[in-house]
Structure formats: structure tokens, C-alpha cells
């Protein structure tokens, strides 16, 4: 089955300065992998995906992810954080149940940006 | 323009009593989930349905029911029988051959 760890149950940074949310998913197969953001009350909104094809994957609002196979790694990561990116972030797995596709989630990573 | 609707945003029930979280989406997509949502964990599947009049239990159906009758709507009931309802549920949807799923604005119930 497959799952994925967020290694961060929260991550401070400061407006201007790099983001990093790191990621590590587990699949007996090449899987397909997202991050979705979430703010406050809110509903989540797809940042981006990665589904066999390039492994730099670019996503709004500036995130981008790289997939490393070697690693089993997927971390979401921003040049410059914007206050705005405050948002809990959750990295996701899909896999496939006879025909039916369910996402597996990670337990989230609440980003904090300080002015 | 195209989404997903839920309502209420807020729901206040009192403990013995169902309530049913309303779901719509005009995207045309065949299916539909039904999440919860605590604090510090993610999203636990209740519910799916991949087409009209069929739908299948998730990780935690326990106290829930759906009804799948059209392919806009995808309504969850809390049932009584749901032992710590109070929580954030959020419905989604899907393309058939597509991977993303497409989230409302959530429910945020509470048990009095």
C-alpha cells in the first residue's frame, strides 16, 4: 500500500526567504503524487502534480516539486516566501484499488511566514 | 462559473440527531468522495461514488450514509450511530482518466 510522511508538522520561515517542505512517499509502483494547499476553513487546492513525466514539476503561485525515485522523495519547495503562503500543505499519493482511485494523504505541514 | 458547492459552512447538531452535509458540483464529473478532516491529521476517506446510484464505504463509513441519485450530488448523512462526529468534512470530485481530485469549501460540524 502506498503512504507518504511529511517529516514537518511545521515550518517557519521568514517573507523573502526560501520554503522547503519535505515529503517521502512509499509505492510498490510509479506513483502519482500531489500537493494541495489548504488555508484556513477552506477547502484544498491542487499546487501541483507529478505523474511519470518530467520530475521538476511546476505548480502556482511559484512552488515547484522535484520527484527523486532514488530518494522516494517529492519535497515542495518556493524561492522567495510571500505572506500569503501561511497555508497548511499536504503531500498526497494516489493508488489505485481495483479501478478506483484513492489519494492517501499525509498528516500536513502548517507553514508560518513572519513579516 | 464551474465548482464544487457545499453547505452549510457551519452546522450545529445536537448529540442524538442525523444531519445530512449537501454536495453539488457542476463540473461533469463522475466521481465523487466524501472526506473528514481532524486537527493534526489529513484527509480519511468516509465515502466514494464512481457513478450514479453506486457508491462504496471508505476508511471510516462507520455512522455515515450517501445517497448518490444524480450525478451533481453526492449528500452525506451523520447518523447518530457516528460516535465523534464533530469535524471538518470536505467533498470532492473527479474526471474519469484524470488523477486530481477538485475540493469544495468544506463543512465545519459540530456536536453540542
Known amino acids: 500500500a502506498q503512504s507518504v510522511t511529511q517529516l514537518d508538522s511545521h515550518v517557519s520561515v521568514s517573507e523573502g526567504t526560501p520554503v522547503l517542505l519535505r515529503c517521502n512517499y512509499s509505492?510498490?509502483?510509479?506513483?502519482?503524487l500531489f500537493w494541495y494547499v489548504q488555508h484556513p476553513n477552506k477547502g484544498l487546492q491542487l499546487l501541483l502534480k507529478?505523474?511519470?513525466?518530467?520530475?521538476l514539476v511546476k505548480g502556482i503561485n511559484g512552488f515547484e516539486a522535484e520527484f527523486k525515485k532514488s530518494e522516494t522523495s517529492f519535497h515542495l519547495t518556493k524561492p522567495s516566501a510571500h505572506m500569503s503562503d501561511a497555508a497548511e500543505y499536504f503531500c498526497?499519493?494516489?493508488?489505485?484499488?481495483?479501478?478506483?482511485?484513492?489519494?492517501?494523504f499525509g498528516t500536513g505541514t502548517r507553514l508560518l511566514v513572519s513579516p | 462559473d464551474g465548482g464544487i458547492t457545499q453547505s452549510p459552512k457551519y452546522l450545529f447538531r445536537k448529540e442524538g440527531q442525523n444531519v445530512t452535509l449537501s454536495c453539488e458540483q457542476n463540473?461533469?464529473?463522475?466521481?465523487m468522495y466524501w472526506y473528514r478532516q481532524d486537527p493534526g491529521q489529513g484527509l480519511r476517506l468516509i465515502y466514494y461514488?464512481?457513478?450514479?446510484?453506486?457508491?462504496q464505504k471508505g476508511d471510516i463509513a462507520e455512522g455515515y450514509s450517501v445517497s448518490r441519485e444524480k450525478k451533481e450530488s453526492f449528500p452525506l448523512t451523520v447518523t447518530s450511530a457516528q460516535k465523534n462526529p464533530t469535524a471538518f468534512y470536505l467533498c470532492?470530485?473527479?474526471?474519469?482518466?484524470?488523477?486530481?481530485?477538485?475540493f469544495g469549501p468544506g463543512t465545519r460540524l459540530t456536536v453540542l
Open positions: 470532492a470530485s473527479k474526471r474519469e482518466s484524470y488523477n486530481e481530485q477538485f
Open positions: 509505492s510498490s509502483y510509479s506513483p502519482s
Open positions: 507529478y505523474t511519470s513525466a518530467a520530475t
Open positions: 498526497v499519493v494516489s493508488q489505485m484499488n481495483t479501478g478506483f482511485q484513492k489519494l492517501v
Open positions: 463540473l461533469n464529473h463522475d466521481a
Open positions: 461514488s464512481q457513478i450514479v446510484n453506486d457508491f
